[in-house]
């Protein structure tokens, strides 16, 4: 089945530390995206690629950081300089004519 | 800058009850809208998408409305079930150059058996 898997579902990080979420879709889209979502707010898009080996910064990259080495996967690290990083992750992609987007069934982060 | 509000908040309504959610946005020059369904702790699934030049959108029991000049959409979901239970997110996409999308906060549905 065509999808986009996110891993890991649940993920825990201490103060100081660094982590990565995985974001694989075999949908063969061109785009990918990054969002967080918190309660009460609107999803907030972190990063986004339109072709490999490209990424643009979203509305609220600071702290994170992507590559986009192979089409079907998109990692977004969580470093130590995002200083609120407790949050539910979302990856999505769609086609180049950024038409409807699919979405990943998330990566809910916490900092212990 | 878009902004995307969708009212009301929650909703709670009994089994069988048709329902009309409602998503308002402030810029017109939008390329399509997007409705989600999102079921607690999930991803979003996506519902209906409405591009810019349709007036409506319909899959089974939904039927999605857009009216770009005054800014509004509207979910409308027939003979309501508990399984219909979710938050529902409506999405718009900018037109012109990235196309940056801007989500509501969601609606949140409870049928009631």
């Known amino acids: 089945d065509g999808g986009i898997t996110q891993s890991p579902k649940y993920l825990f990080r201490k103060e100081g530390q660094n982590v990565t979420l995985s974001c694989e879709q075999n949908l063969n889209h061109d785009a990918m995206y990054w969002y967080r979502q918190d309660p009460g707010q609107g999803l907030r898009l972190i990063y986004y690629?339109?072709?490999?080996?490209?990424?643009q910064k979203g509305d609220i990259a600071e702290g994170y950081s992507v590559s986009r080495e192979k089409k079907e996967s998109f990692p977004l690290t969580v470093t130590s300089a995002q200083k609120n990083p407790t949050a539910f992750y979302l990856c999505a992609s769609s086609t180049a004519g950024v038409t409807e987007a699919f979405f990943g069934q998330g990566t809910r982060l916490t900092v212990v | 800058k878009q902004e995307v509000t969708q009212i009301p908040a929650a909703l709670s309504v009994p089994e069988g009850e048709n329902l009309v959610l409602n998503c308002s946005f402030t810029?017109?020059?939008?390329?399509?809208l997007q409705w989600f369904r999102q079921d607690p702790g999930k991803g979003l699934t996506s519902l209906l998408l409405?591009?810019?030049?349709?007036r409506e959108q319909t899959s089974g029991r939904l039927n999605a409305s857009l009216d770009k000049s005054s800014g509004r959409s509207t979910l409308y979901i027939a003979a309501s079930q508990p399984g219909d239970s979710a938050t529902y997110l409506c999405a718009v996409r900018r037109s012109g150059g990235y196309q940056k999308v801007t989500f509501g906060i969601g609606t949140k549905l409870q049928v009631i058996p």
């Open positions: 810029d017109s020059a939008i390329y399509n």
């Open positions: 409405i591009q810019s030049s349709q």
């Open positions: 690629s339109q072709i490999v080996n490209d990424f």
